[in-house]
Nanobody, 118 residues
Framework: QVQLVESGGGWVQPGGSLRLSCAASESFFSINVRGWYRQAPGKQRELVATITNVPKTNYATSVKDRFTVSRDKNTVSLQMNSLKPEDTAVYYC??????????????WGQGTRVTVSS
């Protein structure tokens, strides 16, 4: 079915930058919310940043002023600056769409690993 393909993960030293991108396998009639979540070892998945088509953005307190989420057509990106070791996690692309006013569906990418260490 619908697939979200993530790219841009990898290793970076503290203070460095990475840019994550996510592309959907197909377009949608209505994309409500898209963005990024992350899951660190031994922790629950948490919201990093989301963006609606208004557009309105929402960031986790821990990444405010360092990360920037953006959208373009059926893609969503996350520019990560001033990375810290605590940003180490698997990052997941997320998209919420509406095929009809009464039907809402969530889609998740497979995840891309980000490691921040010296």
């Amino acid at each position: 079915q619908v697939q979200l393909v993530e790219s841009g993960g990898g290793w970076v030293q503290p203070g460095g930058s990475l840019r994550l991108s996510c592309a959907a396998s197909e377009s949608f009639f209505s994309i409500n919310v898209r963005g990024w979540y992350r899951q660190a070892p031994g922790k629950q998945r948490e919201l990093v940043a989301t963006i609606t088509n208004v557009p309105k953005t929402n960031y986790a307190t821990s990444v405010k002023d360092r990360f920037t989420v953006s959208r373009d057509k059926n893609t969503v990106s996350l520019q990560m600056n001033s990375l810290k070791p605590e940003d180490t996690a698997v990052y997941y692309c997320y998209v919420e769409v509406s095929s009809t006013p009464a039907r809402r569906s969530d889609y998740w990418g497979q995840g891309t690993r980000v490691t921040v260490s010296s």
